[in-house]
Nanobody, 115 residues
């Protein structure tokens, strides 16, 4: 099942956005959901992940500004991003974790932070 991202947009340096990850079916509570991002000219990188019961991980360089959460009742995983910087500009993707060669990536949602 493919997950679908939304919530991206254009914000100014220091602004905030909340990304949402949903599915047409039910996001499995047995699986970890992760947010990745791909900055222009760079490889896709793991931003944060969360288990079905809410245990969260966030990359060290982002944990003071980004928060991942999960609302199983709403079938949605969120990525709250505060104090955004131009270097956070990227396409953000959500998917089940871990990923491998069979992972189907969605369209992602574009985040652009202007200076």
């Amino acid at each position: 099942e493919q997950l679908v991202e939304s919530g991206g947009g254009l914000v100014q340096d220091g602004g905030s956005l909340r990304l949402s990850c949903t599915a047409s079916g039910t996001i499995s509570r047995l699986r970890v959901v992760a947010w990745y991002r791909q900055c222009p000219g760079k490889q896709r990188e793991l931003v944060a992940s969360i288990t079905g019961d809410g245990a969260a991980y966030c990359k060290d360089s982002m944990k003071s500004r980004f928060t991942i959460s999960r609302d199983n009742a709403k079938n949605t995983v969120y990525l709250q991003m505060n104090n955004l910087k131009p270097e956070d500009s990227a396409v953000y993707y959500c998917t089940y974790y871990p990923v491998d060669a069979r992972t189907s990536w969605g369209q992602g949602t574009q985040v652009t932070v202007s200076s």
